[in-house]
Nanobody, 123 residues
């Protein structure tokens, strides 16, 4: 059973930084495209950033130049470095990933979500 577990959220003041982590646990053969999403109260979940297995990244326009996504496949971990945080970044941040595993000799991959971690930016 694969699980994604986020950590690193908290309460910070505008302009400060946070680093989120997402650890994948279980019988993992491969971590394919991974990403961070967020959902603010009363709003739909939105893409923040994604990173492919080859390291190609993609960012929402609202976070370009402030956030950086990275991954360490040896640790089955993905990160989101968030700098120059703004009140509008306040949301629950979710880790998402396409993770491959084996069932016997059968390889398959599927989409997983973490439980979310709260990020609050307020003075």
């Amino acid at each position: 059973q694969v699980q994604l577990v986020e950590s690193g959220g908290g309460l910070v003041q505008p302009g400060e930084s946070l680093r989120l982590s997402c650890v994948a646990t279980g019988s993992i053969f491969s971590m394919n495209t991974m990403g961070w999403y967020r959902q603010a109260p009363g709003k739909q979940r939105e893409l923040v950033a994604t990173i492919t297995s080859g390291g190609r990244t993609n960012y929402a326009d609202s976070v370009k130049g402030r956030f950086a996504i990275s991954r360490d496949d040896a640790k089955n971990t993905m990160y989101l470095q968030m700098n120059s945080l703004k009140p509008e970044d306040t949301a629950v941040y979710y880790c998402n990933g396409d993770v491959g595993t084996y069932s016997g000799t059968y390889y398959y991959s599927r989409d997983y979500w973490g439980q979310g971690t709260q990020v609050t930016v307020s003075s």
